[in-house]
DNA sequence: GAGACTAATGACACTGAGTGCCGAAGGGAA
DNA sequence: TTCCCTTCGGCACTCAGTGTCATTAGTCTC
C-alpha cells in the first residue's frame, strides 16, 4: 500500500511513475494542517503545495481525513505478527497490552512529530471522527487475538468488548500524554490498563443474575 | 431542547411559532434514510418531506449526520439524575452498570424504532464516525460520575478510562443486539459489563453458550 | 385596529469536499 | 518509432453546509 513510488526490486514497472508517495503527500498536509488549521486548509491548499493536481490527491488518499493518518495500516501488520509470535501461555490482559504498548513504540526523533498528528487526530473534530472508522480495523486485530486464545468467533462479545475497552484505555492515556508535555506514552498507556484491572477487578460487584 | 414548537403553560411565545418539531424532523427523516438508504438521501428530500426549506432544517440540525439521533441530549440528563439519587456506598462499577442499562431501557413499543435508528448508527460509515462526537458527552457523564466517586478531576486517566470502557462495552453489546434479532438489548449491555469484570479480573472466560 | 416588536422562515449565492469522465503525459517493451 | 500501460489533471457536476437578508407570522402596546 505504501512505497509505491520506489522501483521494485522485480523488475521495473509499467507505465507513467507517480510523482509523489503515500508518506510525502501526508507529510505535506500534516503541515499545513499544523501551520494553518485543518479546517483553514483547503484540498486545494494541499494539492498546490504537493505540487500535484487536486484530482490526484484524491487518488493518493480518498478524503482529506484520511490525509493525517498516513501509513496506518502497517503498524497494524506489526502488531499482529507481534501477537502471533508471543508464547500462547501469556494471560490474554497481558498479552494485548504488550502488543498495544510495542505498537505505539517509535524511536525518540520521531515522538515530536506524533505528537503533533495526535494533537490533530484527538482534536479537530472532523479527525476525532473520521478516526472512529480507522480504530475498527485496530479492535479488530485485538478482537481476532482475543476470539483465538477464547477459543470462539471474533465477532462475538467478549472479543469485541475486550477490543473496545483496549481502544478505550489507549485513547484515553493519549489524551493523558497530549495534556502533560513531560509525559511517557507507554507509561501512561501501562497505566491505563492497569486502571482496567483493578477498576473491574473489584469482586464486591454481584454480577446480575 | 426539545417540544419547543408546544406552546409553554407559562403563556404563549412571541414571534412566529416554528413550523415543525426536532422529533417530528429526525423522525421523517429515519423514514426516508430507512427507506432509502442514508447516503441516497439529500438533504434537499428531507427538507421536501418536511415541508420546510433546506435552509431552515440546518437550524433545527446542524448536520445531516445529526438528524437520526433525535433528543440523545435529554437521555443524558435522566442518566445523570439516576447516578445522583443512587446510594453512595454502591460500588462504582455496579453503579455505572445500573446506570447505563437505565439508560438504554425503552418501552417495548419504541424497541423496534430503536433498532432501526441504531441499525443506522451503527453501520453507516458516515453516521458511526460522527456517533464519536456525540458519545463525547456520554463518556463525559459516566466521566463526571467515576470521577466524583474517586475524588479526583474527571479529566484524569482513571475517569477516562472507566468511560471509554463502559462506552466500548456498551457498543459491543449493541452490535451483537442488532445481530441477533430476538436477543435482549439490556441483558446483553450486563453480558458486555461481566466481560470487563472477569476479562479483567484475569478470571476464566466461558462463551455465552 | 394600527403599528411596534420579535422570532422563525426560506430564497439566494457562495465555499469546499468528493466523483465521473476523458484526453494528455510519461514510462517500458516490441 | 510504435504500441501499450499507468498515472495525471482539467472540467463539470453533486451535495453538504453557511452568511445574508427580505418576508412571514405571531404577540404586545396604544
Known amino acids: 500500500m505504501d512505497a509505491s513510488n520506489a522501483p521494485k526490486t522485480s523488475g521495473a514497472r509499467i507505465g507513467r511513475q507517480p510523482s509523489i508517495s503515500h508518506a510525502e503527500l501526508s507529510h505535506i498536509s500534516l503541515q499545513l494542517f499544523i501551520e ?29 481525513n484520511d490525509l493525517p493518518w498516513g501509513d496506518f495500516d502497517a503498524g497494524l501488520e506489526q502488531m499482529r505478527s507481534f501477537l502471533r509470535m508471543l508464547p500462547s501461555d501469556t494471560p490474554l490482559v497481558e498479552a ?10 517509535f ?52 472479543p469485541q468488548t475486550i477490543a ?14 497530549l495534556k502533560h508535555e513531560d509525559a511517557d506514552l507507554l507509561e501512561l498507556l501501562e497505566a491505563a490498563f492497569v486502571v482496567l484491572r483493578t477498576v473491574f477487578a473489584s469482586l464486591e460487584i454481584h454480577p446480575a443474575g
Do not use: C
Open 107 to 158: 524511536p525518540a526523533e520521531e515522538i515530536p512529530f506524533h505528537r503533533e498528528r495526535m494533537d490533530l487526530l484527538l482534536n479537530v473534530p472532523a479527525l476525532v471522527a473520521h478516526s472512529t472508522l480507522r480504530y475498527a480495523a485496530w479492535r479488530q486485530v485485538v478482537a481476532d487475538y482475543a476470539a483465538l486464545r477464547l477459543g470462539i468467533e471474533s465477532d462475538n462479545l467478549e
Open 36 to 64: 494553518n488549521g485543518f479546517e483553514n486548509t483547503t484540498v486545494d491548499a494541499v494539492a498546490i503545495a504537493a505540487g500535484i493536481g487536486r484530482r490526484t490527491l484524491f487518488r493518493y488518499f480518498p478524503s482529506k
Open 96 to 105: 494485548l497490552s504488550l502488543a498495544v504498548v510495542e505498537f505505539n513504540r
Open 164 to 177: 473496545w475497552a483496549f481502544l478505550g484505555a489507549s485513547l484515553a492515556a493519549y489524551e493523558q500524554w
